[in-house]
């Protein structure tokens, strides 16, 4: 048996493919929405049109004890409240975030959230080029599942695995989780240039230093460089800086074109930007991009100022 807490898309989507290996709890926050879709066996609210399998049980109120893995998929800047209000319920068993960012609160990533808050636990990252829909509909993707643990890494893969959700295995979970979170706040710059007309030679030269970017962090933070050349980094940054199914790349496509953007939609890479900013300041590292995206999420620039901003820096070695 799998649980996983939170029944948005994504958590949705990975319980639909995991039934296919044996019964699913979903967790919902919301007692109604549990109900609704227990009852209907259809998450209208944010999957619409995927059927839930039989082996999928919606519940809410406590979380179900146990031993069994449990995916925490929910907003990154909500996982920690989470944590501490679920603490005992959680217990010791492995935690597998799938959310991507960097808590504001604390400047930690998934995995540290979870070390500090569930220390019984095991902490895990599952994360990479995914679209929610894509997941439930068996198209075939391909994530990262890190764990620091590797014995318990390899028996999560083996676990979280079906028939068109492969899973390749690291112990770097500082790497796989500053690659998901970095990428978004790309993604955000990638949308602006495109919004406002600036080109895909302007998104491309982004993506580039933008990948630059993250590994000048990952480097400091002690992560592998292989691990940001893989699916948790330069896959990820490639789908979601480029795929108008990416709530980044949209929400900075809107923020370049100066339009307003549905504020019920999750953008994990505006609160991540301000969290890398403060981090990489302390940590005495020029991100130029970042910095750039922090001041137009902030509203301090739009899109053909912050490109003017980069475009004057001096020159340099690539």
Known sequence: MTLICGAGAFGT???????????????????????????????????????????????????????????????MQTLGGFLSDHHDALGSRPL???????????????????????????????????????????LPT??????????????LQSTLTTPT?????????????????????????????????????????????????????AHALGARPET??????????????TSAQSRNYGYGKSLGRGEDFDRSVTVEGAATARAVLARARALGLDMPITHAVTALVSGELRATEAMDMLLSRPLKEE
Not at 142 to 155: E, K, N, S
């Open 228 to 241: 940001l050349a893989g699916l948790s980094g330069f896959g990820d940054l490639a789908l979601t800086c």
């Open 13 to 75: 989507a990975l319980a639909v493919t995991l039934a296919q290996n044996g019964p699913v709890t979903l967790w919902a926050r919301d007692a109604d929405h549990a109900a609704e879709m227990q009852a209907s066996r259809f998450n209208d609210r944010r999957l619409p049109g995927i059927a839930l399998p039989e082996a999928i049980t919606v519940v809410s109120g406590e979380v179900p004890g146990g031993d069994a893995p449990c995916l925490l998929a929910m907003p």
């Open 96 to 138: 597998v975030a799938c959310c991507k960012g960097m808590d504001l609160a604390t400047g930690l990533g998934p995995t540290g959230l979870i070390a500090q808050t569930c220390a019984e636990a095991t902490p895990a990252i599952l994360t990479g080029p995914s679209f929610a829909r894509d997941i439930a509909l068996g």
């Open 142 to 155: 391909a994530l990262t599942l890190a764990c620091a643990d590797a014995a318990i890494g390899q028996r």
């Open 165 to 217: 959700l492969r899973l390749y295995r690291t112990t770097d979970t500082t790497g796989a989780e500053l690659g998901g979170a970095l990428k978004n706040v790309i993604a955000i710059g990638c949308g602006a240039v495109m919004g406002a007309g600036l080109g895909e030679s302007a998104r491309a030269a982004l993506m580039t230093r933008g990948f630059a970017e993250m590994n000048r962090l």
